[in-house]
T-cell receptor
């Protein structure tokens, strides 16, 4: 069974630009969560989707948004990029609506210059 | 906001030694997971514990869930360089309806 696939793996953007990251969950998993990981803050929860509906949202500004498609694939978008948005963005899928285990992709390393 | 405290934050030991890392919270978990992450990769799920007092073993790794389901420990016996990585605990509350909250992790280095 294929794992969680995130694209692209690496991205360099300029301040003020926007970026879209993609995540394909494990086949059959309908829950997708997004996390931001930085050395100082660790893994911070961004949002979670189940069956195209956002169920939970972390404490991030409105510049961070996401969506989930009918095939469970998910995208997250960050607009008006800031230097502090540089991080490893991780997507995780879970088989159930109640997220008790997460299976992560390799992440997208975003660098904002 | 539920918080998970992991300790120690950093640990560097020699190959063959034993070690224990801890994960604590003031709240009761419905379940707790341990993950291992290598640089530039996503975390990999090691184990899930659900029942208070539960002990699970994965080769040289022993995971324990506290009786009150507020804390957990990971013990590694005879550590090897391949055990090097970031160990993360994550807790689910309310049966997972609110997602997972992660601790900041323990950076473990096993020196040959």
């Amino acid at each position: 069974k294929a794992g969680v696939t995130q694209t692209p793996r690496y991205l360099i953007k300029t301040r003020g630009q926007q970026v879209t990251l993609s995540c394909s969950p494990i086949s059959g998993h309908r829950s997708v969560s997004w996390y931001q990981q930085t050395p100082g803050q660790g893994l911070q929860f961004l949002f979670e989707y189940f069956s195209e509906t956002q169920r939970n949202k972390g404490n991030f500004p409105g510049r961070f948004s996401g969506r989930q498609f009918s095939n469970s694939r998910s995208e997250m978008n960050v607009s008006t990029l800031e230097l502090g948005d540089s991080a490893l963005y991780l997507c995780a899928s879970s088989p159930r609506m109640e997220v008790t285990e997460a299976f992560f992709g390799q992440g997208t390393r975003l660098t904002v210059v | 906001t539920q918080l998970l405290e992991q300790s120690p934050q950093f640990l560097s030991i020699q190959e063959g030694e034993n070690l224990t890392v801890y994960c604590n919270s003031s709240s009761v978990f419905s379940s707790l997971q341990w993950y291992r992450q290598e640089p530039g990769e996503g975390p990999v799920l090691l184990v899930t514990v659900v029942t208070g007092g539960e002990v699970k073993k994965l080769k040289r790794l022993t995971f324990q869930f506290g009786d009150a389901r507020k804390d957990s420990s990971l013990h590694i016996t005879a550590a090897q360089p391949g055990d090097t990585g970031l160990y993360l605990c994550a807790g689910a509350w309310g049966g997972g309806a609110d997602g997972l909250t992660f601790g900041k992790g323990t950076h473990l280095i096993i020196q040959p």
